[in-house]
């Protein structure tokens, strides 16, 4: 199933850490783990280093980057930071939540991280290898997942190594990712924040933290969409079905909570949002064999986590058409 690579990966000793910083300084692509899912990391400050991230994937270039600081203050110098987005800053970083902010007119970051927009997604990451990778590098890290575009994205080393092993120049493993899902993007270009895509941080705490609730664009809400949100994503190879009670002769059966004695592989036997986050990618990967001919999903609840990783499967089973598959 999986072709064998010669995938470059190296523990995340402070060694590696150093040699990747300086791979990324000379423009070279690394992947390193986040509390997330895994980061495709290059030069955010060059447009060839840039370039080569969004051919590695495949990825279209209308959907921009997210570009990874180790430090609030860096932030400040790519993008405009009001009062607002300060706040939020303090409140969840390190943390899941990128913002997408007015790029600064002296941004050093690529005009190609933004795709052609005038905002560029910032994020903090959770995990202590991805803060010391950026500041070996000495430059902000503009990072998507480390997946083909459109494919179930990597929250293990060996999950990069499987797509992505001969595009980079270095793998770091730190371990399975904590959370499992991608960050919160919010928007805020705005009078109202707007989230464009359900992550780690969940909606609740952001209203909380904002004082009202923010837009969203997942249910046909009034919110801008995010470039990359476009239908088909996450997608394994074998068709996805939704909300299913049981297994169809053939179907691989991924459960949540109390679950029928046919279920194949469980995201949460007790029930746990968090830990289903956290198992979703890697559990979507180990059903994707062809002893099976899709895969059942049974319903999770549509609160905290539960709706990014309501959000992935949607997209996972969206169809597949060109036209409609989707890019990050
Ligand atoms: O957890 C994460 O966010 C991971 C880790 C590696 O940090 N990264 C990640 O990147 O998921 P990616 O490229 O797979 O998804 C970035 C999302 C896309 O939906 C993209 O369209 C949106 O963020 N985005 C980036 N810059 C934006 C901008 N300026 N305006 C609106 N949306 C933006
Ligand atoms: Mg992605």
Redesign the pocket.
């Known amino acids: 199933m999986t072709p064998p690579s010669a995938a470059p990966i190296h523990p995340a000793t402070a060694a590696a850490i150093a040699e990747a910083g300086r791979l990324l300084a000379e423009g070279h692509l690394v992947a390193?783990p986040?509390?997330?899912?895994?980061?495709?990391?290059a030069d955010s400050t060059s447009d060839r280093a840039v370039a080569a991230v969004f051919a590695a994937k495949g990825?279209p270039s209308f959907?921009?980057?997210?570009?990874?600081v180790a430090d609030p203050a860096d932030a400040e110098r790519l993008v405009v930071v009001d009062a607002r987005a300060r706040a939020l800053m303090a409140r969840f970083w390190p943390g899941?939540l990128?913002l997408?902010l007015p790029?600064r007119a002296d941004s050093p970051v690529s005009l190609l991280?933004?795709?052609g927009?005038d905002?560029?997604?910032v994020?903090l990451?959770d995990h202590e290898v991805?803060r010391a990778l950026i500041r070996a590098a000495g430059r902000p890290v503009a990072?998507?997942?480390?997946?083909r575009s459109g494919a179930v994205?990597p929250t293990t080393a060996a999950h990069v190594a499987q797509s992505l092993g001969d595009r980079v120049a270095m793998i770091l493993d730190g371990g399975p990712c904590r959370?499992g899902?991608?960050?919160t993007?919010l928007?805020l270009?705005h009078e109202r924040p707007a989230i464009?895509?359900p992550?780690?941080i969940p909606m609740e705490a952001l209203a909380d933290a904002l004082g009202e609730p923010p837009l969203t664009s997942g249910h046909g809400g009034d919110a801008?969409r995010?470039?990359?949100?476009l239908e088909s994503h996450y997608a394994p190879g074998l068709a996805v079905r939704l909300c299913a009670c049981s297994p169809r002769p053939g179907e691989a059966l991924l459960a949540f909570g109390a679950a029928p004695a046919d279920a194949t592989l469980n995201l949460s036997p007790s029930g746990d949002l968090e830990e289903a986050a956290a198992n979703l990618f890697a559990m979507l990967r180990a059903l994707d064999r062809p002893e099976f001919t899709g895969i059942a999903v049974m319903s999770i609840p549509d609160r905290g986590l539960g709706r990014a990783i309501n959000d992935r499967l949607r997209r996972a089973a969206a169809p597949r058409s060109s036209a409609t598959r989707e890019?990050?």
């Open positions: 390193f986040t509390e997330t899912v895994y980061g495709l990391g990825r959907n921009p980057l997210i570009v990874h899941a990128t997408v790029r991280v933004s795709a927009l905002s560029v997604a994020r990451p991805a990072a998507p997942s480390a997946n994205s959370v899902v991608e960050s993007v928007d270009c464009l895509r992550g780690g801008p995010s470039p990359g949100m890019a990050s």
